[in-house]
C-alpha cells in the first residue's frame, strides 16, 4: 500500500510541476542508439501507473539518417504514432500503439523535444499528447510552454521517476543496439571466412543455431559441422581467434 502510494505521489507531483490535464498514468519514454550513422535503434518503453509494462515495449531500427539524432527521434516518434498507411489501410494491430500516453519522455534537450513536437503535429495529435525531455548533464526538463528549463531538487519524487523511465529506454535501446552491431559484425566475419561459401556458411550457422555460438565454437566443435571438412574447419578456428 505504501508503495502504491509513493508512486501516486510521484504521478501527481508530474501533473502539477509539468502543468498535465490528467495523472500520467501512462507515460511512453523513447531513446536514441548509435554509433556514428550505422546501426543506429530506438526505444519505446512504456510505464503504466509508475511501473514498468514490458508486455508494451518496443524497438525499432532507424532508417539511415546519418548521425542526427534529431531526425531519428523525429522518425520514431512519427512511426508509433503514425495511424495509417499513405494509402488509408490501418497498420497492423498494436495493442501497445492503440494506448495514446498521458505523458512523453524524450531523452534529451530541446532539440529533441522540438523534433518529437514536429512529429506529434505531423500525427494530428500535437495538442492531444503531452511531451518533455530530461537532458541528462544537469536532469533539466524542457518542456514546450517554458522556454527556461525546469530543474527539481535531486531527491523530487517526480524527477526520480522521470529518470527511471529515461533511463529504462536508454538500457533498452543499448542492448538493442549491441545486439545488432554484434549480429552485423558476425555476419560480415561469415563472409570472410577461408573455404566457405553460402552453402558451408548456411551449415554452420544451422548447426550451431547462432552466430554467437559459432564465434565461441572449439576447434573440435567447428570439425563436427556435418559436410565441413576437417582442414577448414582448422583454417575456420584459426582464422577467427586470429581475427579476435
Do not use: C
Request: net charge neutral; no cysteine.
Amino acid at each position: 500500500e505504501r508503495s502504491r502510494e509513493r508512486r501516486y505521489g510521484a504521478l501527481t507531483r508530474l501533473q502539477e510541476v509539468l502543468r498535465l490535464p490528467d495523472v500520467p498514468v501512462r507515460i511512453e519514454g523513447y531513446d536514441i542508439s548509435n554509433l556514428g550513422a550505422e546501426n543506429i535503434v530506438a526505444s519505446m518503453v512504456v510505464f503504466e501507473g509508475g511501473v514498468p509494462k514490458k508486455s508494451d515495449y518496443r524497438k525499432f531500427s532507424i532508417a539511415s539518417e546519418g548521425q542526427d539524432d534529431f531526425a531519428s527521434m523525429r522518425q520514431v516518434v512519427e512511426r508509433r504514432f503514425r495511424r495509417a498507411e499513405a494509402s488509408g489501410e490501418l497498420l497492423r494491430y498494436d495493442p501497445s500503439f492503440e494506448a495514446v500516453p498521458d505523458l512523453v519522455l524524450i531523452d534529451g534537450g530541446k532539440g529533441q523535444l522540438r523534433a518529437a513536437e514536429e512529429a506529434l503535429a505531423e500525427a494530428g495529435l500535437g495538442e492531444v499528447v503531452q511531451v518533455v525531455s530530461l537532458a541528462k548533464r544537469e536532469e533539466e526538463i524542457f518542456a514546450p510552454w517554458s522556454a527556461e528549463s525546469l530543474r527539481l531538487p535531486p531527491d523530487d519524487v517526480g524527477l526520480l521517476l522521470l529518470q527511471r523511465v529515461r533511463d529504462e529506454a536508454h538500457r533498452f535501446a543499448l542492448g538493442f543496439h549491441r545486439g545488432k552491431r554484434a549480429a552485423a559484425t558476425t555476419s560480415s566475419l561469415l563472409d570472410q571466412l577461408p573455404g566457405v561459401g553460402e552453402k558451408r556458411k548456411k551449415a554452420i550457422i544451422q548447426h550451431f543455431g547462432s552466430p554467437e555460438r559459432f564465434l565461441h565454437a572449439t576447434r573440435e566443435e567447428l570439425e563436427a559441422v556435418p559436410g565441413l571438412p576437417g582442414k577448414v574447419a582448422r583454417d575456420i578456428h584459426a582464422f577467427v581467434h586470429k581475427t579476435g
